[in-house]
């Protein structure tokens, strides 16, 4: 390996890094209903945020919409002390395109959160898949697409076999209809990986 090759290969690395940090930001600022901040990791240009069955969001202006219009309430929204959400984000597998200015990342994600349904308080947990891309802008990576599939959201009481979906449903203001929605347990196979088998190439 010649120095030029060395340079890209540790280059590759500090952009999977890079990557791999950006969305366990993302993971941390979701945690804490932090929205604005949320916002702020997508690119200007960025193609478009589709959460469970909530709908597609197109563009930085669909992105504001879902984030701040509709999880922050306008930023008007206050949340009981006690609700809380904790977003696991494990198993990453990132691909830096040949450009090195575009990456796709996919992500198994496990989250508890307790919130409220009507007057009551819920616990639930959630399992769920990410597929993203990223764009790299002004030498920072920043989200370009966000897709994550819930494969179940269930009451810890009853668990996932005995009810895979609770809570779920489409937003009023998305773009769309989701383009695709794979619950528990038609899940499998159905969130196509980005990448080839790292030995055959299929």
């Known amino acids: 390996m010649n120095l030029e090759d060395l340079e890209k290969q540790v280059q590759l690395q500090e952009d999977i890094q890079e990557i791999e940090n950006l969305q366990k930001i993302y993971g941390y600022y979701f945690d804490n209903n932090m929205w604005a901040e949320i916002i702020d990791l997508f690119s200007e240009n960025a193609e478009s945020v589709e959460i469970a069955d909530h709908g597609l969001f197109k563009g930085k202006q669909g992105i504001r919409r ?12 206050q949340s009981p002390l006690w609700m809380q959400f904790v977003v696991m984000q494990i198993g990453g597998v990132v691909n830096v395109g040949s450009d090195g200015k575009t990456a796709t990342g996919r992500w198994q994600t496990w989250l508890f959160e307790a919130k409220p349904y009507g007057a009551l308080p819920r616990q639930e947990f959630l ?33 996932w076999l005995n009810l895979p979906e609770m809570g779920w ?22 969130v196509p990986y980005h990448f080839t088998h790292p030995v055959t190439g299929k």
Not at 66 to 75: L, Q, V
Not at 171 to 179: C, G, S, V
Request: aromatic content about 20%.
């Open 66 to 77: 879902i984030y701040w219009d509709m999880f922050a309430g306008g930023g008007n929204r």
């Open 127 to 159: 399992h769920g898949y990410y597929e993203n891309k990223y764009v790299k802008e002004n030498g920072k990576w920043l989200f370009s697409k966000l897709y994550w599939n819930n494969t179940f959201c269930s009451p810890v009481e009853q668990g």
């Open 169 to 190: 449903m489409p937003l009023p203001d998305a773009d769309q209809p989701p383009t695709a929605f794979h619950p528990y347990p038609c899940h499998r196979g159905n």
